[in-house]
């Protein structure tokens, strides 16, 4: 017998590091669950809690009973008109609530550096994308919002798409416009999705940018298990009756989710819910004073940024949601990558995301102060320890043209492809992503046509040091294309 569980194993060696979590789940090993004292037993009952669509326990997928009611209360409180648990993550509601507004060969307005969600939808229900561009900053590396006038735009080239999507708000807390977006796309007999995957938090706080359904939106998608404190894998999806089919929404959903929905995932949910309304206001008045007083000494240490709400006004974003802790280091002059690794090892800190300039947190009710204050020592540590180690570029401005789409990202998947020189690639269909990283917009998509332009400018980027993500060969010396 091999005496061995290494994924356990290795999980509760995590554990036992005693590492500071600023990344997902957003219960925090269950220390924002632990708060809700009436619901203590939670804990202890989670081994019972597994169990199945026997009488009295109801059925996701037909609901009557207990999970109807629970999910009339989730419509409540994230104040929708339906909303549906998600067992499957926030992917399987991307998929439903884009399905179940389309028909095969339907065209779609979404953002170029969409979740690969999107991509999945499209390539499922064989639908051809109409892509626009979100802003970047440059500055910070980050794709941001997205402002009316670009979906406008999108929506007058294209009068004949199903539906907008936008992702909203982003990874790194920056918002665009959904009010004025929602305006637009019904004044144009479309339906507006949002991608709310990193916005479960938003209607439980007066001081939180304003929610999707709030602002008008038709369907939207978050990842609960992200800011909440339900577990990993528990999602929702809301939707306004009205534009939308919710019968078909329905039917998606019974196609994309799993028939044995796990009742712990679906009771987190709930829990999780409960907990917003019971307590969200006040449980964010007490996060958002401890962020506003770490950005402020996070921002006395030289050369470290810690954005906040004076972002608002530039590259067309609208609002900001503070619970993203986005620590810059371009001036600093080190890489966020390797100031994550320093955090892990030397302070015992794991952060939910590092790129070429940045390190993120992902801030929730599970974190205490005492967490800021540890992550404010290490990087004022960090400030005195590494200040010789200056190593830092600028991110090219990748001047491209948005490449002519030969096939569908379906047709592409299925296609017979071959591996050729990337140089010599110009006038062929590729089969794969070229997204440099960051900002992380993708410079051509499988399906799309390689220009001569795009080839030049890629080689740029990898000249310069930008990490390019997608393709295959990850010296981009070869490229997979269509036959
Ligand atoms: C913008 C965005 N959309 C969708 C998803 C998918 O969410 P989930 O992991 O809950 O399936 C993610 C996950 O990271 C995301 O960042």
């Excluded at 007999?189 to 008008?216: Q, Y």
């Excluded at 992200?226 to 306004?240: A, D, G």
């Excluded at 070429?356 to 102060?369: F, Q, R, S, V």
Aim: proline letters at 5%; aromatic letters at 8%; one cysteine or more.
């Amino acid at each position: 017998m091999i005496n061995k569980t290494p994924l356990y194993d290795g999980i509760m060696e995590y554990i036992k590091e005693g590492n500071t979590s600023f990344h997902m789940p957003g219960h925090k090993n269950g220390r924002s669950i632990l708060r809700i004292n009436e619901r203590a037993d939670f804990k202890n009952n989670i081994l019972y809690l597994d169990q199945t669509e026997i009488p009295g326990l109801d059925n996701l997928h037909l609901p009557e009973g207990i999970i109807k009611e629970a999910q009339e209360l989730a419509a409540r409180a994230f104040r929708s008109d339906y909303t549906y648990f998600l067992v499957n993550g926030t992917t399987c509601g991307v998929y439903s609530m884009i399905l179940g507004v389309t028909n095969h060969g339907d065209k779609i307005i979404v953002p170029r550096n969409s979740h690969r969600a999107v991509v999945g939808a499209m390539i499922i229900g064989g639908l051809w994308p109409v892509y626009y561009e979100p802003d970047v900053d440059l500055e910070k590396g980050i794709a941001v919002s997205v402002s009316p006038l670009k979906i406008e735009e999108a929506i007058r080239e294209n009068p004949e798409a199903k539906a907008v999507l936008v992702t909203n708000p982003t990874f790194y807390g920056t918002c665009s416009d959904i009010e004025a977006i929602a305006e637009l796309v019904h004044r144009n007999n479309m339906v507006l999705l949002v991608d709310e995957a990193h916005g479960a938090h938003l209607p439980f706080s007066r001081k939180l940018p304003l929610n999707a359904m709030d602002a008008g939106a038709d369907c939207a998608a978050q990842s609960a298990h992200k800011t909440l404190s339900s577990f990993t894998q528990s999602s929702m999806l809301h939707v306004r009756k009205g534009r939308v089919d919710v019968e078909k929404i329905e039917f998606m959903l019974r196609l994309t989710q799993t028939t044995s929905p796990s009742y712990i995932l679906m009771a987190s949910l709930d829990i999780a819910r409960y907990q917003m309304e019971e307590y969200g206001e006040e449980l964010y008045e007490e996060l958002l004073s401890t962020l506003d007083v770490f950005r402020e000494r996070v921002n006395t240490i030289s050369d470290i940024y810690c954005f906040g709400r004076e972002i608002i006004g530039q590259h067309g974003i609208v609002d900001f949601d503070p619970t993203k802790v986005t620590i810059n280091f371009k001036n600093f002059g080190m890489q966020g990558t390797r100031i994550a690794d320093i955090l892990r090892k030397e302070y015992k800190i794991q952060m939910e995301l590092s790129d070429l300039y940045n390190i993120l947190a992902m801030a929730t009710i599970g974190d205490e102060k005492g967490d800021y204050e540890k992550l404010y020592d290490a990087l004022c540590d960090i400030s005195n320890k590494y200040k010789s180690e200056r190593e830092i570029r600028d991110i090219p401005l990748i001047d491209w043209k948005m490449p002519y789409q030969a096939l569908s990202p379906r047709e592409a998947i299925y296609e017979p492809m071959e591996m050729i020189d990337f140089e010599m690639s110009d006038g062929r269909i590729s089969a794969e992503i070229i997204a440099p990283y960051p900002p992380g917009i993708p410079v051509i998509l499988p399906g799309e046509i390689i220009t001569r332009d795009i080839i030049e400018n890629i080689i740029k980027t990898k000249e310069a040091g930008i990490k390019i993500n997608g393709p295959r060969d990850q010296r981009l010396d070869k490229i997979a294309v269509i036959k």
